[in-house]
């Protein structure tokens, strides 16, 4: 990350966190979360290199899970939590009446609010972001009860891995019991689409990642992978003919964005199969793709952007069956006000036992 970019916007971000906020009153429809882990992605790093256009001052974390501090009555009763409870938020606060709202798919909210990316906070009461030990519940904030028992590492993967796993490889991607399926990339989201084919059937679950992902292919059986195969050292298409004895796959899900491996997806599936592409190759990458193909082979490819509520929950559901080891993700933990060098292991490829990082503020 540039130097200089990096040096403003991060020293901004903390003195943000530093500044003593009036603590927000709550009123009856929302509520403050006391902030117990944050999860960094790659959204936050392009925000810090400028690559992600973001209002400013921004307080990041869009990846949320803490405990209720305090919640108004009509929040506590439409949430169905109380103080104390351990909670998952989910990012974005839709408006409800744009028309994606009323359609029912408000994460593409033409007026949405947002914790992390979307609200800066000059906007009162300032706390919109989860790098920060506490955080503003706003009015219509969708917020998640934690299940008893379950540790608040897997509950923040609940919102964004897991969660973006059932979206993308059962929701859009439709698998369905008895099918073969491929996942490309074996990092936090493309072991969670392992486990999600897994639990729902599978007959035969190929992952496939690069050489320097050295942990996430070791664990990659664990999540379900009856295959795993390493690209650049290995012929995947050739691979995978043979792990589903010359059918192909029924569901490829590139988690990658990388444009190879989504070219090479259209060679893993079969004919009429589907092709999930979740990875972002960056705006300003062209992906020139074989459209004969496509057309010849009737290939369905669903581009897949987010998660909704009904996939949170499904999350959980999966996440409590403890069928699939989701805290082993959780590779490295660092303060807040280490946030420089946690942005600094999201980018670094060359940890290879690096898979989901997370601050504890």
């Known amino acids: 990350m540039p130097d200089t970019v990096e040096a403003m916007v991060l020293t901004e971000a903390r003195e943000l966190v530093a500044r003593e906020f009036p603590r927000p009153e709550v ?34 974390g869009h990846e949320i899970v803490g405990r209720i501090e305090e919640v108004g009555a009509r929040a506590a009763r439409r949430w169905g939590v109380a103080t104390g409870d351990r909670v998952v938020v989910e990012p974005m606060v839709a408006c409800g009446a744009c028309p994606y709202c009323t359609a029912g798919d408000s994460r593409f909210c033409d007026n949405a609010d947002g914790y992390g990316t979307v609200t800066s906070s000059d906007v009162a009461p300032h706390l919109w972001g989860a790098y920060s030990p506490l955080m503003h519940l706003a009015p219509g904030s969708v917020v998640h009860r934690v299940p008893a028992g379950m540790s608040a590492e897997t509950g923040m993967l609940c919102t964004v891995a897991i969660a973006n796993a059932v979206q993308w490889t059962l929701a ?18 493309g072991l969670c689409c392992v486990a999600a084919a ?6 035969t679950v190929i992952a496939t990642g690069l050489p320097r992902d050295v942990l996430g292919r070791e664990l990659a059986p664990d999540f379900g992978a009856d295959v795993v195969v390493t690209a650049g050292e290995q012929d995947v298409v050739e691979a995978v003919r043979i792990a589903t004895g ?74 409590e069956t403890g069928r ?15 946030a420089a060098a946690a942005l600094a292991a999201v980018s670094n490829h060359d940890l290879t036992d690096r ?7």
């Open 27 to 60: 009123g009856p429809d929302d509520g403050l979360l006391r902030v117990e882990i944050a999860g960094i992605c790659h959204t936050d790093v392009d925000i810090v290199t400028g690559g992600y256009p973001t209002p400013l001052p921004l307080i990041m």
């Open 198 to 203: 897994r639990a729902a059937g599978a007959r």
């Open 172 to 189: 859009r991607g439709g698998v369905v019991q008895g099918h073969d399926v491929v996942v490309q990339g074996v990092g936090p989201i």
């Open 324 to 338: 699939f080891p989701f805290e082993r993700l959780v590779t490295h933990r660092f303060d807040l006000h280490d």
């Open 246 to 319: 010359g059918r192909l796959a029924d569901v490829v899900v590139d988690t990658t964005g990388s444009p190879q491996a989504l070219r090479t997806s259209l060679d893993l599936v079969r004919r009429t199969g589907t092709v999930v592409s979740g990875g972002v190759t960056g705006k300003d990458v062209l992906t020139p793709l074989p459209m004969d193909v496509v057309t010849l082979k009737e290939i369905r490819l669903q581009g897949v952007f987010s998660f909704d509520s009904s996939a949170v929950r499904r999350a959980m559901a999966l996440a």
């Open 355 to 361: 898979l989901k990082v997370v601050l504890v503020p």
